[in-house]
């Protein structure tokens, strides 16, 4: 079993292809992209009719799990969103009323069940964007079902991707999370900014990499535990 090296967690537009595409290239890692689409179109049927809300989430959520299982079978892979960031979304969409409240503790039964089958990876980065510079993003570039969602969607998206940190911490699973303004750190042409940031990415890697030697710790740290 090897180790997934990083996952890149963020809300729409935040910058992850950006983010992952050169941690892949410069870090010599492989790309488990996202994986939206399905053979019933569920994000689509998503942004024209609300109802399909569950049965999408449920269908990331294994999805997902499929996916990093497989990038788990070794150590080279950097994955763009995951299992983690997912129930993000099926909170959010509990909270709007998407979801009924038994359907939602379905989905965290399976969610917490699926958990328990993956090891965690090295590092999360978790990417933050100002809500104006996202929804400027989302309309330059133009998608139909992103600009038909809705600003107002965006907008609660965005603020229930500020309790990620909370939600990650509460659980205790990632054991290493960077956060990255996309909004002050370019990295597409500032190669300083680029350096910076691979130098505190691969300090983060190269540390799990280390042996643990906590084992031969001496008595004073015994007495602690």
């Not at 330059?140 to 998206?157: K, S």
């Not at 990415?201 to 535990?225: F, I, K, M, N, W």
Request: aromatic share 10%.
């Amino acid at each position: 079993m090897g180790q997934v090296q990083i996952i890149v967690e963020g809300m729409t537009a935040s910058g992850k292809s950006t983010t992952v595409e050169l941690l892949a290239r410069r870090l010599g890692l492989a790309v488990m992209p996202e994986e939206f689409r399905d053979q019933y179109d569920l994000l689509r049927r998503f942004h024209y009719e609300r109802r399909w809300a569950f049965p999408m989430q449920l269908n990331f959520l294994v999805t997902r799990f499929a996916q990093y299982l497989c990038a788990s079978e070794d150590s080279v892979h950097i994955l763009d969103r995951s299992i983690f960031g997912d129930k993000i979304y099926a909170a959010l969409y509990h909270r709007l009323g998407y979801f009924s409240d038994g359907m939602f503790q379905s989905y965290l039964h399976l969610y917490n069940s699926l958990l328990k089958h993956l090891r965690m990876p090295k590092l999360l980065i978790l990417l933050k964007c100002p809500l104006p510079e996202i929804l400027r993003r989302i309309d330059v570039r133009g998608r139909e079902d992103e600009i038909r969602t809705g600003e107002q969607y965006w907008r609660d998206l965005y603020t229930a991707y500020d309790t990620f940190l909370d939600v990650v911490n509460a659980e205790k699973t990632i054991p290493n999370l960077l956060v990255l303004d996309t909004a002050t750190t370019n990295l597409v042409t500032n190669e300083a900014h680029i350096e910076a940031f691979l130098k505190e990415v691969r300090g983060y890697l190269q540390r799990e990499d280390e042996p643990d030697t906590s084992s031969c710790c001496p008595s004073p740290c015994g007495a602690l535990a």
